[in-house]
């Protein structure tokens, strides 16, 4: 059996440069944070992941020092919603030092509305703007010799593509053409999974993922942030659903509806003292269950 933080599939990539550049060092970063799975009983196993890297200038936004301790993967704002080239590099510098996983997290051109609007593009522009927003994260990454291990989109265009499933699986080629073996992520839902497996039958991976702290529709899809029940702010609430969506597969909807889920991922959000108590809750929770929290590079 390959010991767990050295396993050759664990960061995929075409590049044969990033091996070269990178030496060993991204297995020994791997094994020194997660080796520590490979000594205990686990139940189960999931990834959290935070949106981070939002900051503009002298605009700051988000607590990312404080929520960094509590995750295992971060999506860092590439420019077009949110950040800036010295925001990215400060927040991929973090994530290195707290042994956390990065992915892209690009949105729509849209600082205005911090990418919450929606924009008709055409494929080609979405994909354009998909893969210059991923390619300036990269050289960051490549400064600090990580890989891109995943991408998320942002806002309104995560939104859109969620009921876009040949787009999104075209979308997802050409990522994969650009940059390699990366995994895209996409809302838990109940047509998600048979995109998941359409997705592996192509060669590309793709992570299903559940919010614990927004209530969902009984169609298993977000509830907007214009109805005053959509966001949950109480730690302990948002920790427990955490844990129902991770052991039991499922949480109900805001009419009491059981939606079914497969996470790979639970996304928490870091922008608040309340957000911040809640990642420090699921944390703890999850452990105690004994669920591994592992970065979704290691666990597909």
């Not at 960094?68 to 590099?89: E, K, L, Q, R, W």
């Not at 494929?123 to 490549?142: C, D, H, N, P």
């Not at 702010?233 to 920790?239: F, G, L, M, P, V």
């Not at 959000?269 to 929770?285: F, R, T």
Request: hydrophobic share 40%.
């Amino acid at each position: 059996m390959v010991p767990l933080g050295f396993c050759d599939c664990s960061f995929r990539t075409r590049d044969p440069g990033y091996w070269t550049l990178a030496g060993r060092r991204p297995l020994v970063f791997l094994f020194t944070r997660f080796s520590e799975f490979a000594k205990i009983g686990v139940m189960g196993l999931v990834d959290i992941n935070c949106d981070m890297g939002e900051s503009f200038g002298y605009y700051g936004m988000g607590k990312d020092e404080e929520v960094v301790p509590y995750i295992t993967s971060a999506n860092v704002a590439c420019g077009f919603h949110a950040s800036d080239p010295m925001v990215m590099g400060r927040t991929v510098r973090l994530c290195k030092e707290h042994g956390v996983m990065v992915g892209a997290h690009p949105g729509y051109p849209d600082l205005m509305g911090f990418g919450r609007r929606f924009l008709d593009l055409t494929k080609t522009e979405m994909i354009s703007y998909v893969i210059y927003q991923a390619g300036a994260l990269s050289g960051f990454l490549r400064l600090h010799s990580l890989p891109l291990q995943h991408i998320k989109l942002h806002g309104a265009l995560y939104n859109y593509m969620v009921n876009q499933e040949k787009l999104f699986l075209e979308l997802a080629a050409e990522v994969c053409r650009a940059f390699g073996d990366v995994i895209l992520l996409t809302l838990g839902t109940r047509k998600a999974v048979e995109l998941k497996k359409a997705a592996r039958s192509m060669g590309i991976r793709v992570a299903l993922e559940c919010f614990p702290d927004r209530s969902y529709t009984d169609d298993g899809e977000l509830m907007g942030r214009q109805h005053k029940e959509a966001v949950f702010h109480d730690a302990a609430i948002i920790a427990d659903r955490a844990l129902t969506m991770v052991t039991r597969k499922g949480i109900e909807s805001a009419t009491g509806i059981w939606v079914d889920m497969e996470p790979d991922t639970l996304c928490i959000h870091g922008d608040n003292a309340e957000s911040i108590e809640a990642a420090q809750q699921i944390k703890k929770l999850l452990v105690e269950e004994g669920i591994a929290l592992k970065p979704l590079g290691l666990s597909m």
